[in-house]
């Protein structure tokens, strides 16, 4: 494909829109242009192809299409049909997986398909048995309050939240820590690794109905076999919520005990953070819960998105090149000489260092807080997020971390030189950052002192590294 088509074809589109709200399409520009200026270290963004985003600007968004591909409640759905097959082939061909769901919307909604899923296919009850044989009518007052009885308060064992599991792993915030009763497990104190002879121990007390594993703040590899048999050991189910790391699941960095496709009864993930594709979420499973997983519209999702399902094609034909293996390499190798970088100069990093896209780095050795160094490192044009670290001091809020990853940073080409000298950028502004105080005085876990120069300069150097490392390269705008 021509450059000139994909710059054709977004100047074409801007002008469209810019004809009815001209705000609208100057911040679609504004957001080209920042996301070209900023140093992208955000663990969980990347930067999608021009044909995925051009994927999703078309007629697919206004058809309705709940059901599954041939089995639709609506008419006329032979594209969509075409779209969302494409996809779930793509999908089972690149992780391997007997089936895959395309429709969720994000990633959390395809954790509350695979959460409906387990529940409808493990939980012992005659009258959800009834219910799903659809002799809905059939149903009793006095079955329906058993069903809701029975499905609720369920067992769930995850990973804690400081240690790096996700909200929708039980958590409170999230509608699973309401639904299930649910106990975490952490990591070792001393290694900072996940401790599987405890997460055994853990699951022998607790009988968890289901094993989360997955993570979006745990900078190493897990080993999926032994927590499969961690899960086996008490009849769990296994299900894995690669959402950070499908990207190099695709790409076949993580191979064998630590690819969770063939070890895992469930696997959830994103679509837009390693693995590059649009925001959205897919679900891939074995035969025994495909037609559980097939009801997700309309059971907890709404309407499908078509337009992001063809998107979810296209970025799913992508990552089965050969060339995104490559990638996939490279975000690994670039996460790795940052934390070298990193470490060399004398930063902490939970576990001290990494094997996957992302670096936590405990920035308490800095006197800081990650709220502190967040703002700090972004007014200096280094855009990360705090983060939690195990048994964080500072709770959720101000934290004692910064998070970062390198798969958008990879996309944009850059490699080992420029992560050091990212590390380089990095340590300057937490070493020459310090805390502030409140009002009263008193010490603030927000407030920060960084001499403006110091953030202006990196700031200038960040935009420099970027320079030769164009995004979106063939995109002019005018
Ligand atoms: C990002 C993430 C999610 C949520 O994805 P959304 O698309 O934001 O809903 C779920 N689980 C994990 C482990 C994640 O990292």
Not at 117 to 130: F, N
Request: glycine letters at 10%; hydrophobic letters at 40%.
């Amino acid at each position: 494909m021509s450059r000139n088509a994909e710059s054709t074809a977004f100047r074409s589109a801007l002008e469209v829109v810019r004809g009815v709200e001209p705000r609208v399409a100057d911040a679609i520009a504004a957001e080209l242009a920042d996301q070209r200026e900023s140093l992208k270290l955000i663990a969980s963004e990347n930067y999608a192809s021009p044909a995925t985003l051009l994927a999703m600007g078309n007629w697919f968004s206004d058809k309705y299409a709940e059901g599954t591909v041939g089995r639709r409640f609506y008419a006329g759905c032979q594209n969509v049909d075409t779209v969302e097959a494409l996809a779930a082939e793509h999908a089972r061909e690149l992780f391997g997986a007997s089936h895959a769901y395309v429709q969720p919307h994000s990633g959390i909604d395809a954790n509350l398909v695979a959460f409906w899923a387990i529940l409808a296919d493990r939980v012992e009850s005659p009258a959800l048995r009834k219910a799903q044989a659809r002799q809905v009518n059939d149903l009793t007052e006095a079955d329906w309050f058993a069903l809701r009885r029975e499905l609720g308060n369920q067992r769930m064992l995850g990973m804690s939240l400081d240690a790096g599991g996700h909200l929708t792993h039980g958590f409170r915030p999230n509608i699973s820590g309401k639904m299930f009763d649910q106990r975490s497990y952490g990591t070792d104190p001393a290694t900072g690794l996940i401790d599987y002879d405890r997460v055994a121990v853990a699951a022998r007390e607790f009988k968890p109905l289901i094993l989360v594993a997955g993570y979006s703040a745990y900078p190493r590899k897990v080993n999926f076999r032994i927590m499969r048999e961690i899960a086996d050991s008490v009849g769990a189910t296994f299900m894995v919520d690669m959402a950070h790391f499908a990207g190099l699941v695709a790409g076949k960095v993580f191979t064998g005990d630590f690819d969770p496709v063939p070890h895992a009864h469930i696997v959830t993930t994103t679509t837009h953070k390693s693995l590059r594709g649009p925001r959205g979420g897919m679900v891939l499973c074995g035969p025994e819960l495909a037609d559980q997983v097939d009801r997700g519209c309309p059971m907890v999702l709404g309407g499908p998105l078509p337009h992001v399902m063809a998107a979810k094609a296209v970025a799913l034909a992508e990552a089965r090149r050969p060339d995104f293996a490559d990638y996939a390499q490279r975000i690994v190798d670039n996460a790795q000489a940052l934390a070298d970088g990193l470490l060399r100069r004398g930063a902490t990093l939970v576990t001290g260092g990494t094997d996957n896209h992302l670096v936590l780095i405990d920035v308490s050795g800095y006197g800081l807080t990650g709220r502190q160094a967040e703002q700090a490192l972004l007014d200096s044009g280094i855009v990360t997020n705090r983060n939690s670290v195990p048994q964080d001091p500072n709770g959720a809020w101000y934290t004692s971390g910064i998070r970062i990853g390198t798969p958008a940073l990879t996309t944009r080409g850059l490699g080992a030189a420029e992560m050091d000298a990212t590390a380089e950028l990095i340590h300057t502004v937490l070493s020459q950052t310090t805390p502030g105080t409140g009002p009263d005085g008193a010490p603030s876990k927000a407030k920060y002192v960084l001499d403006p120069a110091v953030a202006e300069s990196v700031g200038k150097q960040a935009a420099d590294l970027l320079t030769p490392f164009p995004l979106y390269p063939a995109v002019d705008l005018g």
